[in-house]
């Protein structure tokens, strides 16, 4: 099975732009999750979706959003860029109705400046 | 709210040396621990699950509920265990996310 892929790989903008994520999860997979990472706060969640409703969200401010599409594939985007935006941002799909074993992709490295 | 703790942001041993990394966590209920693993330059995957009770690299873990604690161990640390190790928690009701400790790097010196 191909791995979860996301793209682009590496991202650079401005502060107040925004910007679009996108991930295909394995193929099967019904769950997709997104996380922040950062060297200070580790992972952080941002959302999870599941058969294209949000299951689950985490403590990020409203400008941050995402969402699934029927094929399972998510986005995700954040408006208003900040340079406390700027991180590797994971996604991970599971593949049954419990989001325990997560399978994750190699990562969208954002730099704002 | 459940929580997970891990105290050590870096911690270095000697290669052949015992490695212990600590997770501490804070749930009421019943969790699920487990594992992840990042080694330099490869995606964050799953190292080992509480449930599952198995050696996994030489690495194991058990789950005390008594000290809320799931700390990983491995008796002779090698130079490619050095790597970022998270500790995560589900809560087991189903639909809920991982909850992930802020993690710990383990680098093993030769």
């Known amino acids: 099975k191909a791995g979860v892929t996301q793209t682009p790989r590496y991202l650079i903008k401005t502060r107040g732009q925004q910007v679009t994520l996108s991930c295909s999860p394995i193929s099967g997979h019904r769950s997709v999750s997104w996380y922040q990472q950062t060297p200070g706060q580790g992972l952080q969640f941002l959302f999870e979706?599941?058969?294209?409703?949000?299951?689950n969200k985490g403590n990020f401010p409203g400008r941050f959003s995402g969402r699934q599409f029927s094929n399972s594939r998510s986005e995700m985007n954040v408006s208003t860029l900040e340079l406390g935006d700027s991180a590797l941002y994971l996604c991970?799909?599971?593949?049954?109705?419990?989001?325990?074993?997560?399978?994750f992709g190699p990562g969208t490295r954002l730099t704002v400046t | 709210a459940q929580r997970v703790t891990q105290p050590e942001k870096l911690l270095s041993v000697f290669k052949g040396a015992p490695v212990e990394l600590k997770c501490n966590y804070s749930?009421?209920?019943?969790?699920?621990l487990f594992w992840y693993v990042q080694y330099s330059r490869q995606r964050l995957q799953l190292l080992l699950r509480?449930?599952s009770r198995e050696s996994i690299k030489g690495f194991t873990a058990d789950l005390n509920k008594g000290e809320t604690s799931f700390h990983l161990k491995k008796p002779f640390a090698q130079e490619e265990d050095s790597a970022m190790y998270y500790c995560a928690l589900n809560r087991n009701s189903g639909n809920t996310p991982l909850v992930f400790g802020k993690g710990t790097r383990l680098s093993v010196i030769a």
């Open positions: 509480h449930i």
């Open positions: 749930y009421s209920g019943s969790p699920e």
């Open positions: 979706y599941f058969s294209e409703t949000q299951r």
């Open positions: 991970a799909s599971s593949g049954g109705t419990a989001t325990y074993e997560q399978y």
